[in-house]
């Protein structure tokens, strides 16, 4: 990785001081500390405790992964499995299995450890660029990044929006969000609502690599995407009425992605059933190409009523 600035693209032209301070802090959850051959560890952040997001834990398992490979092959999938949730404030080990380096693909594995209680595993397959057949689904046709605000500034002149929608909104975020019809993402009425949003960083990246940009990217492809099989049950992340937590994370990357341009985030859910719910993703940039399909499958059942024991809490954000 270089230190290498990305090309000024306006990427922090006017986003909140906050989600620059929250990209920097995002960096340095990548900046692990090598400790032998496959051995890498990052120590807890000070304040608060705080549930890890799941997809801190993707991203920081695949830049150790992406540490015991050569630099021209360029991860194009991994499968994760959370295993339970951890806290930010205790350090985590991450452990590399080198299973192969073949003529074209190289495989990887990952534990990542927290207090010796294993959080998450991971494997990964990286390739090179290599020349094949070429085809995709088409990108949705929806309005320009450019035509549309920041949600955070549209939902601050909306009254019909509840205040907990408002709320998760409004959070800090190393990303900017736009969705293409804010009102319809955040109508709880609404059972077919489409879930498309632009997303793109909220300052630049120092590491204009593809190794980089795809760890940032596996980090972003974790957010909002276990409440996609809410939505034909007339539910929303903020609405309650369900108790969720992940189980796997599963991404594809079918080219080369850039954090500082705006890409665009469609999710839905093709299917939900004994106490599960599977949520797919698909993501393109601004020129229409298909970079990546997301997929996560999560626990999903009915919020407890007044006697019953709550379930712990989600690995996602």
């Known amino acids: 990785m270089t230190n290498a600035e990305i090309p000024a693209g306006g990427a922090d032209e006017d986003s909140r001081p906050r989600d620059r301070a929250l990209v920097e802090r995002m960096l340095r959850l990548f900046d692990l500390e090598a400790q032998g051959a496959g051995q890498f560890r990052i120590a807890g952040m000070e304040g608060e405790s705080r549930r890890l997001f799941g997809g801190q834990l993707v991203a920081q398992a695949l830049a150790a ?142 590491d204009p690599s593809q190794a980089f940009q795809r760890i940032v990217f596996a980090y972003a492809s974790d957010m909002m995407l276990l409440g996609a099989a809410l939505v034909p049950h007339g539910l929303r992340w903020f609405s309650g009425g369900a108790r969720i937590a992940s189980i796997d994370h599963a991404l594809w990357i079918h080219g080369d992605v850039r954090m500082d341009d705006w890409l665009l985030i469609q999710h839905d859910a093709p299917w939900s059933g004994d106490g599960r719910g599977l949520n797919r993703g698909r993501i393109f940039d601004r020129t229409g190409r298909l970079v990546a399909t997301v997929m996560q499958e999560g626990s999903m059942r009915p919020a407890p009523g007044p006697t019953e024991r709550p379930a712990k809490p989600s690995a996602q954000e």
């Open 65 to 206: 992964a992406t540490r015991t490979v050569r630099d021209e092959r360029r991860v194009h999938s991994l499968h994760a499995y959370f295993i339970r949730a951890g806290v930010t404030t205790s350090p985590l080990e991450f452990a590399v299995a080198e299973d192969a380096d073949g003529g074209s693909l190289s495989f990887r594995r990952v534990l990542v450890s927290q207090d010796e209680r294993p959080l998450l595993s991971l494997s990964a397959s990286f390739q090179p660029l290599l020349e094949g057949f070429l085809h995709q689904v088409a990108a949705p046709a929806v309005p320009p990044p450019e035509s549309l605000e920041d949600d955070y500034v549209r939902a601050a002149r909306l009254d019909s929006l509840p205040a907990a929608a408002k709320a998760l909104i409004n959070r800090a975020s190393p990303f900017r969000f736009r969705s293409t019809d804010l009102e319809r993402r955040y109508d709880i009425a609404d059972r077919a609502a489409p879930q498309e949003y632009w997303l793109r960083i909220a300052a630049p990246l120092p």
